[in-house]
């Protein structure tokens, strides 16, 4: 067997201190499985405990710790990381024909950095938890809580540089290490959506930092800046926070519309209707993403004039998206249509962020807002984002490149079956969310009155098959690591670079220094797909 | 009026209830309509366009100038017109209360408290007057609460160290639920109220049931006293403070040379910050009574230099 960056070192050391990019992704593959399981696991307690409108299986404060827990382990230490970390890792420089990224040891780096990140924030969690929410408003994080907010924050504190460090080797790595003849609009699609992700990750993720210093500040030495009683603001921290953590929905469904590109087109055997566009529609988002962060705060009692130049902002910022859409649409027109399990994923995602989307233009559009905010409303519609968006996106990346990343084939009648699965699923979970919103549940409600039982138990019914749908990958992609075909170097008749090199990649990616000479997704030119 | 035209649409029982309804339908309509034009594009394109099948591929375009400033034109004028209809009704929700009939709120750790001007309290429960506006002042004791009753589609926050306003109208006597909506500890999901809502003559007869010793203004007289406001706002003392009678609605010149309203939020902010805004021509010598008044006996003390309004200076 050919040497490979697999077959290059079998010692823990070769692992644990390696510089490859392709390593380090499986390292950040394997951390984020741990965690998403972890995640996954609080969100199933959260939703068994709502079957019944009384509190049956947890107690209150548990109850407040679980969807706390749940939601800092899946935005900072799933969501955020999963497609740039992984997939970003293990495919950008293969994409454009480098060796590695541009600073190989602080990628590095920045793994041990969300490591020691994720072991405070778990340490947090599991001698006592943190009962804040994952939005950690203050004066009820700084004064009130009898939780271990601050050892959670140092630990969201030491991942948040472990985002720096990779957007900026993202960055410097596509301005610097792109192969001859690779042009700026040569460049896959994938690869200008992580460049818009990167700069939010760089300039957005500072803004966190400061916002949980001043938080620990307020919270073991008493500096008044968030605590009214102390001469604080409680909404400053609002502003700074969602500052952040507006940008980081961006952070959290960029990669993932990189990822479809490279799918839709790839099984429409076509180039990508309106390469410019969608190359532009991403830095779009990216910039006008830093102008919305009030639309969390209409009720908030900021001032109406500060609240109708953010819902404006909302709007603007979903017209980039809707251009996207629009545009895969457009793809599917005259191709050559294959439905190959990444492309199931795909046409999944398409659906589930348009849902997302429009109800994103219900929570922008202001007096509907002040009745949805704070309800199941917002709950159903940021997992249609986050979950039914991000998430499918990474599932239908990982099976696009899953041969490229681990040299074996898997079974796509079982994947297919997984990708139906968790469409359902995911629908079956959620869509009754937005019915309890629009009644009028309030969100983060351990009980609550018995008229939303019918809608709740929907919810949890949905939920186990979507849990059934999640945990299928885990069987027959394991299986395939073991027992699965070997795979060629271009299973999918796929353009791109990392296709030209051989599944698995050599340990410096390309025998030689790949040039490129034809336009981005130049299908009339690829080669068949060898799985037909 | 021509909403009344439309089938199904129901008034509300809040000045604005059947407006925001309105504008929810108006808001599915619009969604419902993109995701079934997509929706069958996507299923026709992944019908006719399927591998194997023999249809004319040729001539298929990579871009076009006109589809993209098409759908980008119409999907920003779309934004637009439910931008403003959003607003236009968010400010109908949002407009500044009268003085008419004002209640006040204090949110805690896990409760609500509600007193009347009369002095009546109650906890958990607020009972109104039925079409008549009501001035809610609110307050938090301690973290972010937020005072969400959905049968009348209004919500607002209640952040501490201010107070927010908001004008509550009720046209159809009944109960309903008043829910906190910002998380705010161990017991958030049963910091639940009923708001009652009766005919006025009822709401009269509940008021005098009730039958409070003192009305809340008394019993802030009582506080201004105890806590020796009088000492120096009462009688010609030697220290220099102003006198507080015929105060309230009135602009107030301050020491930096801008004016104010004196409504409740400049009276609490006088109390706990008193150093923040100086009337002109006094000095800055007052103490600060923060930490030493809860919430419940600031609008006590509220409703008490409110009751002078009408006395002269």
């Known amino acids: 067997m050919s040497n490979n960056y697999l077959t290059d070192g079998y010692t823990l050391r070769s692992w644990f201190f390696t510089i490859d990019h392709k390593r380090i992704a499986i390292l950040y593959f394997a951390s984020l499985i741990f965690l998403f399981l972890i995640g996954g696991a609080a969100a199933t307690m959260i939703r068994i405990e709502l079957v019944t409108p009384q509190a049956d299986l947890v107690s209150s404060d548990t109850y407040n710790r679980l969807f706390t827990m749940h939601g800092i382990i899946m935005v900072w230490f799933f969501l955020i990381p999963s497609i740039p970390n992984t997939l970003g890792n293990f495919i950008v420089p293969l994409m454009i024909g480098a060796r590695d990224l541009a600073f190989p040891r602080l990628n590095l780096a920045s793994w041990y950095l969300f490591m020691l990140g994720a072991a405070i924030t778990l340490y947090a969690i599991f001698m006592g938890g943190i009962d804040t929410g994952w939005t950690l408003y203050t004066p009820f994080s700084t004064l009130y809580s009898n939780s271990y907010v601050a050892v959670a924050a140092a630990g969201i504190f030491v991942a948040g540089f472990s985002s720096i460090l990779t957007g900026l080797n993202f960055i410097v790595t596509i301005h610097k290490l792109r192969a001859p003849g690779l042009t700026w609009y040569k460049l896959p699609l994938f690869i200008w959506s992580l460049y818009a992700t990167s700069i939010i990750l760089v300039l957005a993720t500072p803004v966190l930092a400061i916002t949980l210093v001043l938080l620990a500040a307020e919270r073991i030495f008493g500096v008044g800046v968030f605590d009214p009683r102390i001469g604080g603001d409680p909404l400053l921290f609002q502003h700074l926070f969602w500052f952040y953590s507006h940008p980081a929905v961006y952070i959290m469904i960029l990669p993932g519309m990189g990822v479809v590109n490279e799918l839709i087109t790839c099984y429409s055997r076509k180039k990508i209707f309106g390469y410019k566009f969608v190359a532009w529609a991403s830095l779009a988002i990216a910039a006008a993403g830093f102008l919305v962060w009030g639309h969390h705060m209409f009720v908030s009692g900021q001032s109406l004039i500060a609240s109708l130049v953010f819902s404006f902002m909302s709007f603007v910022v979903a017209v980039p998206s809707a251009i996207k859409v629009f545009n895969w649409t457009a793809t599917l027109h005259k191709g050559t249509l294959r439905f190959d399990a990444p492309m199931l994923y795909a046409l999944g995602f398409i659906g589930l962020f348009t849902m997302g989307g429009l109800t994103g233009l219900f929570l922008a559009c202001l007096a509907f807002d002040v009745y949805a905010t704070d309800t199941y409303f917002v709950v159903a519609h940021f997992h249609y984002i986050m979950v039914g968006g991000m998430v499918t996106a990474y599932f239908g990346g990982l099976h696009y490149w899953w041969p490229k990343i681990t040299g074996r084939m898997y079974s796509d009648y079982w994947a297919r079956a997984a990708a139906i699965l968790i469409f359902l699923g995911f629908n079956l979970t959620f869509f009754p969310q937005f019915i309890l919103g629009v009644e009028g549940m309030p969100r983060r409600y351990h009980v609550y009155p018995p008229e939303f039982q019918v809608w709740n138990a929907l919810s949890s019914g949905g939920a186990t098959i979507l849990a059934a749908a999640y945990l299928l990958p885990v069987f027959y992609l394991g299986y395939s690591l073991f027992f699965g075909a070997r795979a060629p170097a271009n299973p999918w008749g796929a353009t791109g670079l990392e296709w030209q090199t051989s599944s698995p990649p050599p340990k410096l990616n390309f025998d030689k220094q790949p040039v490129v000479t034809s336009p981005p997704y130049d299908y009339e030119h690829a080669p068949e797909p060898q799985n037909a | ?313």
């Not at chain 2, 009268?98 to 009546?120: R, S």
């Not at chain 2, 927010?164 to 008043?178: F, T």
């Open chain 2, 1 to 313: 009026m021509w909403r009344e035209w439309i089938p199904f649409w129901h008034v509300g029982i809040s000045p604005y209830g059947g407006d925001v309804d309105l504008l929810f339908v108006g808001l599915v309509i619009v969604s419902g309509l993109v995701l079934a034009l997509l929706f069958s594009l996507l299923l026709y394109f992944c019908i006719r366009y399927r591998a194997g099948k023999d249809v004319d591929r040729r001539n298929h375009e990579e871009k076009s100038w006109r589809l993209e400033v098409g759908w980008t034109s119409a999907s920003m004028l779309a934004f637009l017109g439910l931008f403003i209809w959003g607003a236009a009704v968010f400010l109908k929700i949002y407009q500044t209360p009268g003085d008419d009939l004002t209640v006040f709120v204090v949110a805690q750790q896990w409760m609500w408290k509600v007193q009347h001007a009369g002095g009546q309290a109650e906890i958990n429960a607020l009972h109104v007057p039925i079409n008549r506006p009501i001035k809610l002042v609110m307050a938090s004791q301690d973290v972010i609460h937020s005072f969400f009753i959905p049968a009348l589609r209004l919500k607002h926050d209640v952040v501490p160290g201010r107070y927010q306003d908001i004008e509550l109208q009720i046209s159809r006597p009944g109960h309903y639920h008043l829910f906190c909506a910002e998380y705010c500890g161990t017991d958030h999901s049963r910091m639940l109220g009923e708001i009652v809502a009766m005919e006025p003559a009822d709401y009269t007869t509940w008021l005098t049931e009730q039958g409070p010793s003192n009305s809340l203004a008394q019993e802030g007289e009582v506080l201004f006293r105890t806590l020796g406001c009088s000492g120096c706002h009462e009688g010609s003392q030697a220290v220099h403070a102003p006198s507080l009678a015929g105060l309230y609605g009135k602009p107030v010149p301050l020491s930096d040379g801008s004016v104010v309203t004196a409504n409740e939020k400049y009276i609490r902010d006088s109390i706990l910050l008193p150093r923040s805004q100086i009337a002109a021509g006094y000095q800055p010598i007052m103490p600060s009574f923060e930490g030493r008044v809860s919430e419940a006996q600031l609008l006590q003390l509220v409703a008490y230099i409110k009751s002078l309004a009408d006395r002269g200076p």
